[in-house]
């Protein structure tokens, strides 16, 4: 499921990033890769913060709908 679909307070594993390969590099410099826990902390004017290997990041809702997650 997209990960726009995970509830704030849920934490889901990465499947796959189904974005442009400029866009997946940089998700990965943050450590958004497959095989990794992600949690959704919050929604805020569309866009999700996110939490991954205890740092937090905002993204924007485009880009969460194309991160994969397997609850």
Do not use: H, Y
């Not at 940089?26 to 929604?43: K, N, Q, T």
């Amino acid at each position: 499921m997209p990960l726009t679909m995970l509830s704030p307070g849920k934490e889901a594993v990465i499947e796959v990033c189904r974005t442009k390969d400029t866009t997946r590099k940089f998700l990965e410099g943050l450590g958004i890769i497959p095989g990794v826990s992600i949690s959704v902390i919050s929604e805020f004017s569309g866009n999700l913060i996110v939490a991954v290997k205890g740092s937090r990041f905002a993204l924007n809702r485009g880009v969460a709908q194309q991160v994969l997650v397997q609850a």
